[in-house]
């Protein structure tokens, strides 16, 4: 499912909002200022930390005290409690072109596939791009001088393709961990006289948790004795089946070296782009993402953006995360200067301020100083939470997260020494059963904690555990990037257990009620408009603001539910203890006599079954 899209407007497809009747009076509130920790939330909450962390975690995200949640996900997490939060900081929105989303359906054409070209070492990857860059530049401009600037499109009988100029899967998983998805279309190189390797698997699993098809090119079929069937044959154990035998899989077979069957690998892309049903608004302020970026003596900062909606415009007031400027140049891989880019079209423009990172989402605000003030006050926040060594959670991980509402789902990626035991840890793990939950094996191999494998734990939230193996350095640096900390084993007994403490941890918990204290009626006010409020006396224990109730009368229960207000005097408290008088009205219940005894319960959680 996609993550909800945040707009102004109303959203095109849900029911307009039933009429409420307001806000409730005992609705509180909570003002934040942009972000708030998890710690600082549940203060305001009048919870304890573990609690939000719990929800969080419900929810299929692990969290700290630390962590920085925004707006939207503080009121998502805080409507649980009854209370309402108020942002009372800067918001983007101000800044923001509003699009409705009517509006925007109502301008959608088609636009050009996005490619990456991933696989094993070798397989050829570089040697495609570059054939096909050279093969297949667009129509009148051959003969210009090529040059990198991170993407570039090709044309097959006029329809253009974009083709991502980094191979593998580093720099895919990367902007997936910064929350970009650029690529439509998976090209996964195979050299046939290779077949599949480590990385062609990492790809694989690589693409599929992201979602996007895989078409694949067997590459080197000009060497002497090669059969691409035989790799037909490996990728059906990875559901890569080919439509001649029943899937739905596009297999081309192609020579990057000699330029066999480009033109079959580019029109099986067309292909697939076709099913994909690719549209995008062209007539709109455009918006995009940064591919790569890099400082060019004498002319400063540039940037490649790939153009995702809209038109981008020479002279459009950008901002680039937390970099901006006016476009001054445009220029596309062929270094032709352009005036206008849409959807799909890579380009690479100047006129920045300061380099933006990969991955960063650019938008086209209306004034230079808009442009401005969202790039510093983005910085500042950036700067804020990197010094709290926090990374914050947007309300979309959370949603992506409870997509799958019915079944709680953890994602792991298993790294062992040797196969034996990797298959021998996949399979006990895949045994475990813990009611509610769904062990998901995202990527399981052989081999040190790489780089990547942090990245795919990144992106989908999860465990990362090795079973004697190490942490390679590049892999640490990203761990702690991405706040993601890699576990490492040396028995296979400890792995399940964790394994199992976290699904057990991930299941709604199961509450019993717990007596807290009783508290004796003394004399009932009626109070016109507000109710019954019951004058009384706590004999035992606590009363506390957040208790379930029951109205015992002669012994019997007579209603069972929410206290509405519990006061001292004129003051609304949390908890009264024995030997104390109070106010306490009931949430929807007025019956209430002199002489009632309310018996007052706390919800107190029983662990998960682990089986
Ligand atoms: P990458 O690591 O996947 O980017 O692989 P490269 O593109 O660098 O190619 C690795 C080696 O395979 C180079 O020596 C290429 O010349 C060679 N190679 C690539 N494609 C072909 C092909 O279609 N046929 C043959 N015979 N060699 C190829």
């Not at 099986?268 to 690719?278: F, S, T």
């Not at 892999?475 to 296979?492: M, Q």
Request: negative net charge.
């Amino acid at each position: 499912m996609q993550p909800p899209i945040r707009r102004k407007g109303r959203r095109k497809g849900l029911p307009p909002k039933a009429s409420s009747p307001g806000p409730k009076a005992s609705k509180r509130k909570i003002r934040v200022d942009g972000l708030i920790s998890v710690g600082q939330l549940a203060h305001e909450l009048g919870v304890k930390a573990p609690v939000i962390i719990r929800k969080l975690m419900e929810l299929g995200t692990m969290a700290t005290v630390n962590e920085l949640l925004d707006v939207e996900t503080a009121a998502f997490i805080a409507s649980d409690f009854e209370y309402e939060v108020e942002n009372v900081g800067f918001t983007e929105d101000q800044f923001l072109q509003a699009v409705d989303a009517e509006e925007e359906e109502v301008g959608l054409t088609g636009r050009p596939p996005v490619v990456t070209i991933m696989g094993h070492v070798d397989h050829g990857k570089t040697t495609l791009l570059d054939a096909l860059r050279s093969a297949n530049v667009a129509s009148g401009e051959a003969g210009g001088i090529t040059q990198h600037i991170g993407a570039y499109q090709v044309e097959l009988r006029g329809q253009p393709i974009t083709f991502i100029d980094t191979p593998g899967h580093a720099a895919f998983t990367e902007m997936r961990a910064r929350g970009a998805s650029v690529t439509d279309i998976v090209v996964l190189v195979v050299a046939a006289d290779d077949g599949v390797q480590a990385q062609t698997i990492e790809a694989i699993n690589h693409a599929k948790s992201a979602g996007v098809p895989i078409v694949v090119a067997v590459n080197k079929i000009d060497r002497p004795g090669v059969n691409p069937d035989t790799i037909k044959h490996r990728l059906g154990e990875y559901e890569l089946v080919p439509e001649e035998w029943g899937g739905s899989t596009m297999f081309v077979a192609v020579s990057a070296l000699k330029r066999i069957g480009l033109d079959d690998l580019l029109e099986q892309i067309l292909l697939q782009a076709e099913v994909l049903e690719l549209r995008a608004n062209a007539e709109r302020f455009a918006e995009g993402i940064v591919i790569e970026a890099r400082q060019v003596k004498g002319i400063g900062p540039v940037a490649t953006v790939l153009v995702q909606k809209g038109t981008l415009n020479r002279g459009d007031n950008v901002v680039l995360g937390a970099a901006y400027g006016k476009v001054r140049t445009m220029t596309d891989h062929r270094g032709a200067k352009l005036k206008t880019a849409g959807p799909s079209m890579p380009v690479e423009l100047s006129g920045l301020t300061a380099l933006p990172l990969t991955g960063d989402r650019m938008v086209v605000v209306k004034t230079e100083k808009d442009a401005r003030t969202l790039a510093e006050h983005r910085a500042t926040e950036a700067r804020e939470a990197g010094l709290k060594g926090t990374r914050r959670r947007n309300v979309e991980d959370l949603f992506a997260m409870a997509a799958n509402s019915d079944k709680k789902i953890l994602h792991v990626v298993i790294k062992a020494d040797v196969g034996g035991s990797l298959e021998a840890l996949r399979g006990a793990l895949e045994a475990i059963h813990v009611e509610g939950t769904e062990l998901r094996v995202l990527h399981a191999a052989v081999g040190d904690i790489s780089e990547s494998d942090v990245g795919l734990v990144a992106v989908n939230n999860g465990l990362l555990l090795g079973f004697n193996v190490k942490v390679d350095p590049r892999a640490k640096i990203a761990a702690e990037a991405n706040s993601v900390a890699p576990e490492t084993y040396r028995i296979i007994y400890d792995v399940l257990d964790r394994v199992k403490f976290v699904l057990s941890k991930m299941v709604d918990p199961t509450y019993e009620d717990v007596l807290q204290g009783t508290a004796e009626v003394r004399k009932v006010f009626l109070i016109s408009k507000v109710g019954a409020i019951a004058g009384c006396f706590v004999k035992e224990g606590k009363v506390s603001r957040n208790n379930s109730v029951r109205l015992v009368r002669n012994n019997v229960v007579l209603w069972e539910g929410k206290l509405a207000t519990l006061k001292r005097f004129k003051d609304d408290v949390r908890e009264v203890t024995s030997g104390y008088e109070c106010g306490i009205r009931l949430d929807g219940f007025d019956g209430i006599e002199d002489g009632d005894v309310l018996e007052c319960f706390a919800r107190q959680e029983v662990a998960g079954a682990v089986g």
